[in-house]
């Protein structure tokens, strides 16, 4: 099988610092989820090796509907075929991350941490809260101070992870943890097409539920850039990483 020569990793040594460095790769064109997956595959197996430091990867997608773990359930919500949604070039992935179904394209800032949680000393919830909580202050950037994380599901009490705006769902997080080391991560609506999720899929699987986006709520065009710069700002900031090193490529 050929292999795409701008994911391989390439590494000679490990890592050994006592610093807490921060890898940042912000991709200024859209990113296929496939290709996105396999770079998050071999980044990750570096990570896991201390052949490389945490590293953020940032990034739009083409359109695309993902399905996480809970593939029974996600399946179900997914309003229309598969047929139709590759008529409207619109993929449908499963996906090794958790949650449910949810849909990435252009206008969305995509986040996908490979960090060693170990190193970290930082449990699963405590890391999802965390991603969260880098959404939520991303958001008061803009104005916005009523943005919260994890809320209960009102149909059956179980837990909703997310960044939410009364019940409109402003950042999704699905996150997979192997080996201590993460990867998938969060995805903030920044300019995102709202109707595409509307019309096409139940986000998460969630009835009576809305989605919404920066733009949508402080009414006005945002600039990705800025964005991207804001969630590398919140990242530090929320893990304490002393050196950040950030690449547009």
Known sequence: MAVDASVVV???????STTKTLSVRIFQH?????????????????????FVPDTLLILQHPPVVTVGKRSEVGLKSIKT??????????????????????YHGPGQVVVYPVIHLREQKLGARKYVEKLENVMIEVAKKYGIT????QMKNEEDGSDMSGVWVGKKKLGAVGVKISGGVTS???????????????????P??????????????????????????????????????????????
């Not at 998938?184 to 139940?202: K, V």
């Open 10 to 16: 390439v590494v000679t040594r490990r890592i050994m």
């Open 30 to 50: 859209v990113v296929p989820y496939a290709r996105a997956q396999q770079l998050q595959r071999a980044m990750h197996c570096a990570r896991k090796n201390a």
């Open 81 to 102: 075929s598969e047929e139709k949604l590759r008529e409207l070039k619109c993929d449908v992935i499963k996906s090794d991350r958790g949650g449910d179904v949810t």
């Open 146 to 149: 009523n943005a919260r994380g």
């Open 184 to 202: 998938h991560g969060f995805a903030l609506n920044s300019e995102t097409d709202l109707e595409f999720f509307r019309e096409h899929i139940l």
């Open 204 to 249: 998460c699987g969630l009835k009576g539920m809305d989605v919404t986006s920066l733009k949508d709520l402080v009414g006005e065009e945002v600039k990705m850039e800025r964005v991207e710069v804001e969630i590398v700002d919140a990242f530090a900031k929320e893990y304490g990483y002393t050196e950040v090193y950030t690449r547009r490529c």
